[in-house]
């Protein structure tokens, strides 16, 4: 099957999309979750919120196969201008990946407590898994901004991401890289359930709708080429 650049673009785009909106719905649907010091609400919520935390986990992994097709696409983007074998944009490529397995891993351990560890009604392991997952979340941010870091300088050194695109990725790296404040925070605006656990997340996919608004558009006629798969 041959596909143009621009093809491969638009079904990067349409595949990023679904990931904001999949992730976006797997984000919320749960409600909000107990705060790292409100260890007395962890169980209850587990086992009363059962059915939407197992709804939220397939969609969450639902989102991230799109999200590795979106990263695929945009590795194409950032290296069809490339003629020094330097393959700008494999940075972002690995961190997307390594994101993505520690976010699917975190997903696994919140499903494994919901599915039939909580309703046993064992509080310290309940704390532990719960604890396990959200440490497995905050590790991701570090992967996210590699993702983000990688995507701007590749954006930035090829042109293939407008400037404002290329140099909010480093502000949105930085936010995740904060985020990883939640591994030793015991309470307040970066720990478990603060409020920083979704500004970091919510940056991360209005930067990402922004690059599926720019990959939907075509690109210039000498970048155009032909690949095959």
């Known amino acids: 099957m041959q ?14 999309i679904a990931f904001l909106i999949l992730g976006a719905v797997s984000l919320f649907l749960p409600g909000t ?8 609400k962890i169980t209850p ?3 009363d919120k059962r059915g939407s935390i197992l709804a939220s986990d397939f969609l969450l992994g639902l989102a991230f196969m799109f999200f590795l097709l979106f990263l695929g696409a945009l590795r194409t983007h950032l290296g069809a201008t490339d ?4 393959r700008p944009g494999a940075t972002a490529l690995a961190g997307g990946v390594a994101a993505t397995v520690l976010v699917l891993a975190g997903t696994a351990v919140t499903n494994a407590a919901a599915f039939q560890v909580a309703s046993a009604g064992d509080i310290p392991l309940n704390h532990a898994l719960y604890d396990v997952a959200n440490d497995l979340f905050f590790l991701s941010g570090f992967g996210f901004a590699a993702f983000f870091i990688g995507a701007g300088l590749a954006g930035a050194s090829t042109g293939a991401l407008p400037g404002a695109l290329a ?3 480093y502000a949105v790296a930085l936010l995740n890289i904060l985020g990883a404040v939640g591994l030793f925070a015991k309470s307040g605006f970066f720990a ?3 409020a920083f656990g979704y500004i970091a997340p919510l940056a991360s996919l209005l930067w990402i709708l922004a690059v599926c608004i720019m990959l939907l558009r075509p ?3 000498g970048r155009v080429r032909t690949t095959s798969t």
């Open 83 to 86: 003629r020094e074998g330097v």
């Open 192 to 194: 478990i359930g603060g």
């Open 45 to 47: 919520y587990l086992v």
């Open 167 to 169: 140099s909010t990725a």
């Open 3 to 16: 596909l143009t650049i621009d093809r491969v673009r638009q079904l990067g785009a349409a595949a990023g």
């Open 219 to 221: 690109a210039s006629a």
């Open 33 to 40: 979750a107990p705060k790292a010091n409100e260890v007395a």
